[in-house]
């Protein structure tokens, strides 16, 4: 049985040393920093990482601040409210819940937010720094899962690395951190020949592709460290469950994580740290 690098656990001590550095913070600058977060529609499971979110930054004495609007709203409603947000001295982050309602453009919105207050790393300008090299916020999801391979000492300089899935908020920022730590880096998707010879040849597997329990046994090596991101609901029992089939691959991996109490508490744990990082970068201006 392989090692399961227990998310909620190290994102719970993670959370302890940014609660003590938020304490610091308030004595230095008078107050906390403060994180708005805009909600829009109905969607169960983006209220649910919200919640999520937001129970985070109490734990850690970030102030919160939600938004919530009805999936009706405009575009150009939407558009001035992170305006006034963006003006709003107080306010440090701004995090727009993705996916938006299909009649507004989320690529403008995310545009939208000021580049110092994007503590999702979503920005394009934030994107660009990150793929030239240049100091910028990480995107969460990729930024706590390198913490995890770092909390266990994994080295990955050399390394074959296999990221399933190809989005802009994982599997693409992922693969840019795994090349910056020297992995020799494959990212793998839908259109994949034979994608279980590759993910086979993974000492590193990122599975991020958004299909309940689809990395099987058969499609990893013997002793591989596999990181599940995905977060799916059984379609018979509605409980959540991962893109990797734990029983099935945990006696072959040598490392690996579980859905839920794996990435997921990773992800919002980042989110706490960026956003104190944004303030204290717009602070010490
Ligand atoms: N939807 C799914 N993941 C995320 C995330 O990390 N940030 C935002 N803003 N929306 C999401």
């Known amino acids: 049985m392989g090692v399961v690098i227990d998310g909620k656990t190290l994102s719970a001590n993670i959370k302890a040393d940014l609660a003590e550095r938020v ?34 930054a109490a734990e850690v004495g970030i102030e919160s601040r939600l938004v919530e609007l009805d999936a009706s709203v405009g575009e150009q409603e939407l558009l001035d409210r992170v305006h006034a947000l963006n003006e709003d001295d107080g306010v440090d982050g701004i995090l727009v819940q993705l996916p938006l309602p299909k009649h507004i453009d989320s690529e403008r919105v995310v545009s939208a937010i000021s580049l110092e207050k994007d503590v ?13 090299g240049e100091p910028c916020t990480l995107p969460c999801t990729p930024k706590g899962v390198m913490r995890m391979l770092d909390s266990v000492g994994i080295g990955l300089s050399g390394c074959n690395a296999v990221v399933v899935g ?74 959540l469950c991962g893109d990797v089939d734990f029983d099935a691959c945990a006696g072959k991996a040598s490392y690996i994580t579980k859905t839920p109490g794996g990435v997921g508490p990773m992800t919002i744990c980042m989110l706490m740290e960026n956003t104190i990082e944004c303030f204290v970068k717009r602070k010490s201006r």
């Open 166 to 239: 190809r989005s802009n908020i994982v599997g693409k920022p992922m693969a840019k951190l795994l090349l910056d730590a020297n992995a020799t880096v494959t990212v793998a998707h839908s259109r994949t020949r034979d994608l279980a010879e590759v993910t086979r040849r993974a000492d590193v597997l990122i599975a991020a592709v958004g299909r309940a329990r689809f990395i099987g046994a058969d499609m990893i090596k013997e002793g591989a460290v596999v990181i599940d991101v995905g977060v799916n609901r059984d379609e018979t029992t509605g409980k």
């Open 23 to 56: 304490r610091s913070l308030r004595g230095e600058y008078g107050r906390v920093p403060v994180l708005t977060v805009i909600l829009v529609g109905d969607d169960p499971a983006s209220h649910s990482y919200v919640r999520g979110k937001i129970k985070a």
């Open 120 to 132: 999702d790393g979503f920005h394009p300008l934030n994107v660009a720094r990150l793929w030239l």
